[in-house]
């Protein structure tokens, strides 16, 4: 009976684990999305490299 209690507990350990970890990857996978949603002229950048290069310019 001990054994099998024991053996749910490391279970229920392993699981919890495994979920912080998933949680944290998460949340730094969510940070760099804003962190690039916040940079808007790097996603114009990133969209359309071949603009905004270069400038002409007449006098």
């Given amino acids: ?3 099998a209690m024991s053996q749910g507990q ?3 350990q392993a699981s919890v684990s495994v979920m912080k ?4 990857t998460a949340e730094g996978n969510a940070g760099f999305i804003n962190k690039m949603m916040g940079d808007e002229k ?4 990133v969209a359309q490299p071949h603009k ?8």
Avoid at 21 to 24: E, H, L, S, T, V
């Fill in 52 to 59: 905004g290069g270069s400038i002409d310019v007449k006098l």
């Fill in 42 to 45: 790097a996603i114009q950048q």
């Fill in 1 to 3: 009976m001990s054994m």
């Fill in 10 to 12: 490391v279970k229920q």
């Fill in 21 to 24: 970890k998933a949680m944290d």
